[in-house]
Structure formats: structure tokens, C-alpha cells
């Protein structure tokens, strides 16, 4: 989300490039590219993720092998050894007026000329008292009169932090920044101009001018948010939707006859949503509760009521294989209900019939992947849309999903349920239902936390599911830095898996390097039971049923978060068997024990918002308007609150003019398609 709006004094309107900063290489704007840096607007919103204080150390405090900061002069030509090309290590002597010590820094050779003999220089490292040996891991120039406070940016090992706070230095000296919160908001909190907070927060001088800073631009992010999310609200509470004279004994009728029980929460949530389809506001509608709770069921249940008011209704699912095993789902309930299933997957002849069927409007229920929305697709009538996993489509693909009826109503489904508090705030433009209950005959997922240390347990553990004749999914550490870490340490777990259990079972591999299609193959060999254990890394499909899969056992359990292991978890026991999930680690486990205590979702992801903030909360790695650029939401939820409150106040005064405020007015429209 752009927190700002910044162009080129001297090209007027014309944005400022990364490749109009002087001394930027076509190499350093790749390596920033691969950073998410792509144009000057995301360099300056590109904020350091925390700053380091930088003071002398008292020399009563200084500890054998602990971080040290001391200035001093140089007492000799520094000499340089060579090891190879890439690396060499660099040693003087440095006086600190209270002792003499030796410095070795490693590939800093290049410093070598500018070291002279009385150079005063504040150097940075680790103190080793036996040896009185400072190993460095910085120097800088002069000595230290006051604290510093160095911004540190997420960098990679092409391109450092230090180097990114540079380049944003001389971008910042080429562009405005402009202010754009309404002025009574500035005024309430005294806020300081946006242009001094934004070069603090990547120079800051002091700690008091630091939090001035991070105050409004932290402010102003989460305004933003709020604001789009205020205005959709409003939006979207229009009286001209559809209306469907549907009696709620014909939904009630078709329930009892269901082959299982509605559980309480289920039941709420269809009648929610039939509410919401038979009044002639558009329904905007959050359906959210654990994995294996019934959401799926609860969906169907929304088309039928929107297929007996006349209508056809679309499912979006992520995937060809969920979006299959949701087509042949509806089918067996409702099998007097014509339902087209469209997917990439499809040859031309069938894609082209199937759309016949959609535009002329003799299909029904239209289930499918995001082949729903190509240009080519027409609908006859839509009236209902549900995106199921929504977080896994981006805005504008819901938004086309959307567009493609005239004021359909929609659903969106999430197997990660999130703390209704929190819910409430950050989907405050829809309403939501949520299913805490599971069905009857789901037992609870047995959690255990193991070493590695305790392997062998866990191999005896596994093989007992394997001579029940279950599956077990293994999932791979997950190394989000490295793609070559990742495959390694796949081909080390398929090494030790084929050792352990070749002769007995089949093993199948499957990452994020694999194409779409050989992922599906492999997905559909372990759905059918013709590979025993999955090594994967978490590129299993959240929404896929394998009842048969007793077991997953999750490597370096300690690089996730609990709502993204209790996702993970949520892969087995969708049957009336036992399960298992073990996770393995040697670190965290304090945390980790969390899931050993309880199954319910809502409860992991308080206990993940507490530990972790709203980053990871949404399970595995996913993108969208949470991920904001300087602002927390677990830390910086009373800021957030304050934006809501403000936001609503800003669209319902007399202020509220959007012609006045330019950006912001470019903001909403642009949020208009958001869902």
C-alpha cells in the first residue's frame, strides 16, 4: 500500500525512475527489483524494519564476546591478508586512550587507504578479553559525541541495508513528498509535514524526533487503510440489489434431508446469508471458521437459495483440483441442479461449450477456477459470487468475478479464522459469520512437539500409519531466503524417507519449483492413495480432502507461525480417524505448545496476533492490504482504532471533499474495486 505521493521537482509531473538516480546501475536496480522495489515511490515507503542505537560502550561493561562500540585512534598501517578473491581480513591496532586492542574486520580492504596512522574511527564488533581482540563487523569514521541511530532495511546478500539507506538518502534529495491528511486530523494530533517525517524515519537524528515521525506515518498508513475500507463499506450498502422471494421452509426442508447434522454455528450462517439474499441490499459477506468446520457445505447451501430466487451463482476456488472436488461435491447433493465445472484444464471444444451453457443461462451453478472471469465468459443472470480462500486471489481478480453481473451479491470464505475483534476492524466493510463448532464425529488432531533429537519416536510413529494403511503428508523446513535451500532439503528428507520406508511405501515429492500440472498429478496420486507419504513443502493445497491422510509431520516447526501450522494441521483428521501432527523442533518450543493444547482456530490465532502481529496472521505467507509497510498492527492497534473512528467521521463530515484532497480522492477511486 503507498503511504505517499512524491514526484521530480524538475520534471513537474513526471515521476521520478530508480534509473534517474545518479550513480544507480542497471545491477544495483535489479537487485533492488528483487527486493519489491521497482519505481522511487516504493524506495521511500521502503522503511527500515528497526533501528539500532549505536552509543559508546562503558568500558566497566564491556564483557568477553559481547557487542562493543568504541572509538579510538589508530596506532599503526593496518595490514591485509588475502585468503582468496572474496575474502580477506584486515588488523590494526587501536587506542582508546584507556587501553591499546587489536581489530580484525574481514573484507574491508578496501578501507585499507583511508585508515591512516591517528585516524580517529568508532569501531563496531565483538570483544574477545583473552585474545583483547575486537573481530569487527563495522567501522565508521570519527568518533562518537552522541548516540546514532542507524535505520536497518531487509536486505539480501547482494545489496545491504547500509547501501539501501544510501540510495534512499540521494532520492530523497531529488524529490517533494506531499501532504495529503485532511488538516483538521493534522491539526488534532500535531502531527509534524509529511516530508520531515519520512526523511526522519530513514535519517533520525534522535529518538524523540524518531517517534514524532513514525506517529504520522504510521498514522497515516492505517488512516488510509481505514479510510478505503469506510468508504467501501458504504459503498456497497446500496438498496438496488437483488431481492429473492425464496420461503426459508424450502431451505430448512432441503437441510433435513442432508445426509449429516448441521452443527449450531452452520445453521446461524445459513441463515445469515439467507437474509442477506432475499433483502434488496448487496449482500458483502465474510464467511470464515477452521479447516474441516463446513464452510463448503454452508456455500452450497447459499447457491441453492440463490438458484431457487432465479439466479445463477459462481465458485471461485483457487485451484483446479479444489475446484473439481467442489464440482463433483455439489453434484452428489444436488443432483437435479445443472452445474458446469470450468477450468484451464479443459480442451477448447469443452471450454466452449461449457461457456454456451453460462451465457444462455442452462447452467446453473457455475464452479471453476479464475478461467470464471476471462473476457470471453458471459453470465446469463448472475446473482451470486463466492470466492472460496479469498486471500488467495487478488483484488482485481475478485473484482472481475464481481463485474461480470450487475449487482450480485458475494461471499468470501476463509479457512483462517481470525479473532472477531480484530475481524471487525480489518474487514470492517463486511459483515461476518463465523464457524467455530466443527461437525459431529471430527476428533481433534493429537498435537506432539518432538526434537530431532527424538527422529527415531517419530519414525515409529509413522510407520504404525503406514501399516494401518494411512498416509502422512512431511513437511519440508521452509527457507523463504533461498529456493536452492529449500529443493536441498527436500531431496535430504526424500533421502531419509526412502531409507526409512522405501520398501514399504510409495514416496512422492512436490515444491513450489514444480509446474501447475505436475503439482495436480502429484496432489491426485496421494488423493487416490497411490503415494503413501507426501514430502512437500507448504504448497499443499489448504481446501484438498484426503480422508485418508492420518498424519503430518512438520520439519523446523519453529519457521512458522501458529496459524500457519495449525493450517498445516488441518490437513488430516477430516475423517472419523485418529490423527496425528508432529512437529519438529529444537527451538520455540515453548510456543509450539500451544497447538498441543487446544484444536480451535480462533484460540491459535489470538495467541498467534499476541506473539507475532498481524503479518503472519492470515496463515501462510499471503499478500494483500495487510501487508502494510511501517505500521503493526498487533503493536499499533489503539493507532488504528483512532484511524477507524477518524475516517468514518472524515467521509460522514461536511470536510469530506475529494476534489480538495487530490491523493486521497486517487486512493478511493483506485480502492473502488477492491473486496
Known amino acids: 500500500m503507498s503511504i505517499g505521493f512524491h514526484e521530480k521537482i524538475s520534471k513537474g509531473e513526471e515521476k521520478m525512475q530508480l534509473q534517474d538516480i545518479k550513480g544507480l546501475g542497471l545491477t544495483t536496480i535489479k537487485y533492488l527489483n528483487e527486493l519489491g522495489i521497482n519505481n522511487i515511490d516504493d524506495l521511500i515507503n521502503y522503511y527500515p524494519f528497526r533501528y539500532e542505537i549505536i552509543e559508546n560502550t562503558e568500558l566497566k561493561n564491556i564483557k568477553d564476546k559481547e557487542k562493543i562500540i568504541i572509538g579510538g585512534i589508530i596506532e599503526n598501517i593496518p595490514s591485509v591478508f588475502h585468503f582468496n578473491r572474496k575474502l580477506n581480513k584486515m588488523t590494526f591496532h587501536l587506542n582508546t586512550k584507556t587501553f591499546i586492542t587489536n581489530v580484525t574486520i574481514f573484507n574491508r580492504a578496501f578501507l585499507k587507504s583511508k585508515l591512516k596512522i591517528g585516524t580517529a574511527v568508532t569501531v563496531i564488533g565483538k570483544y574477545d578479553q583473552k585474545h583483547n581482540t575486537i573481530t569487527a563487523s563495522d567501522i565508521k569514521f570519527g568518533l562518537l559525541e552522541k548516540p546514532l541511530i542507524e535505520p536497518i532495511y531487509h536486505s539480501s546478500f547482494k545489496i545491504s541495508s547500509s547501501k539501501i539507506s544510501k540510495i534512499i538518502s540521494l532520492a530523497l534529495n531529488k524529490i517533494t513528498i506531499t501532504n495529503f491528511l485532511p488538516e483538521s486530523i493534522i491539526n488534532k494530533y500535531h502531527f509534524i509535514a509529511k516530508e520531515k517525517a519520512v526523511k526522519i524515519a530513514h535519517n533520525p537524528q534522535n529518538k524523540e524526533q524518531l517517534k514524532k515521525a513514525l506517529e504520522l506515518l ?15 463499506k458504504n459503498a456497497k450498502k446500496i438498496d438496488n440489489g437483488i431481492t429473492r422471494n425464496v420461503p426459508y421452509e424450502k431451505i430448512e426442508n432441503f437441510i433435513k434431508k442432508l445426509p449429516f447434522e448441521l452443527t449450531k454455528d452452520q445453521l446461524i450462517s445459513v441463515k445469515d446469508i439467507y437474509n442477506d439474499l432475499t433483502q434488496n441490499k448487496t449482500m458483502n459477506r465474510l464467511l470464515q471458521g477452521d479447516v474441516g468446520s463446513g464452510k463448503t457445505i454452508v456455500s452450497f447451501l447459499s447457491l441453492y437459495i440463490n438458484y431457487l430466487g432465479g439466479y445463477q451463482g459462481a465458485l471461485m476456488a483457487p485451484t483446479e483440483i ?25 480442451t477448447a471444444k469443452e471450454k466452449k461449450e461449457t461457456k454456451k451453457l453460462i451465457e444462455n443461462g442452462d447452467a446453473n451453478i457455475i464452479i471453476g477456477t479464475h478461467a470464471l472471469i476471462s473476457e470471453d465468459v ?8 463466492i470466492t472460496d480462500e479469498q486471500h488467495r486471489f ?6 472481475n468475478l464481481k463485474n461480470k453481473g450487475k449487482t450480485p451479491d458475494i461471499l468470501y470464505m476463509s479457512a483462517t479464522p481470525i479473532p472477531r475483534t480484530y475481524a471487525l476492524t480489518l474487514y470492517g466493510d463486511m459483515d461476518i459469520s463465523s464457524i467455530r463448532s466443527m461437525p459431529k464425529g471430527r476428533k481433534p488432531v493429537k498435537t506432539y512437539v518432538k526434537t530431532n533429537k527424538q527422529i527415531k519416536d517419530v519414525l515409529y510413529m509413522m510407520l504404525d500409519q503406514i501399516k494401518a494403511h494411512h498416509q502422512i503428508y512431511v513437511i519440508a523446513p521452509l527457507i523463504e531466503e533461498s529456493e536452492k535451500i529449500d529443493l536441498e532439503n527436500i531431496s535430504k528428507l526424500k533421502e531419509k524417507m526412502t531409507k526409512a520406508f522405501g520398501k514399504i511405501c510409495h514416496i512422492g515429492v512436490m515444491h513450489g519449483k514444480m509446474k501447475d500440472e505436475e503439482k495436480e498429478k502429484i496432489m491426485n496420486d496421494f488423493k487416490q492413495n497411490k503415494i503413501q507419504i507426501l514430502i512437500s513443502t507448504t504448497v499443499i493445497e489448504v481446501g484438498v480432502d484426503v480422508a485418508n491422510a492420518t498424519m503430518i509431520v512438520i520439519f523446523d516447526s519453529f519457521r512458522f507461525g501458529l496459524s500457519a501450522l495449525h493450517q498445516l494441521r488441518g490437513r488430516v483428521g477430516r475423517n472419523d480417524l485418529e490423527s496425528y501432527c508432529i512437529l519438529i523442533s529444537d527451538k520455540e518450543t515453548k510456543r509450539l505448545e500451544i497447538l498441543t493444547k487446544t484444536n480451535d482456530g480462533f484460540k491459535v490465532s489470538e495467541e498467534d496476533f499476541k506473539l507475532r502481529g498481524g503479518g503472519d496472521i492470515f496463515g501462510l505467507r499471503q499478500s494483500g492490504d495487510m501487508n502494510f509497510k511501517i505500521a503493526n498492527i498487533k503493536n499499533d492497534y489503539d493507532i488504528l482504532l483512532k484511524a477507524k473512528e477518524d475516517a468514518n467521521r ?3 463530515s461536511g470536510e469530506y471533499n475529494l476534489e480538495k484532497y487530490s491523493y486521497l480522492k486517487k486512493q478511493i477511486i483506485t480502492s473502488t474495486n477492491l473486496d
Open 650 to 652: 472524515f467521509l460522514k
Open 218 to 232: 504510521k498514522y497515516e498508513e492505517l488512516f488510509m487503510y481505514m479510510l478505503k475500507i469506510n468508504y467501501l
Open 378 to 385: 458471459t453470465y446469463h443472470n448472475l446473482g451470486l459470487v
Open 394 to 399: 487478488g483484488v482485481a481478480q475478485r473484482g
Open 322 to 346: 479444489l475446484a473439481l472436488q467442489h464440482y463433483q461435491n455439489f453434484q452428489k447433493l444436488f443432483p437435479n441442479i445443472k452445474a458446469a465445472l470450468l477450468t484451464g484444464k479443459l
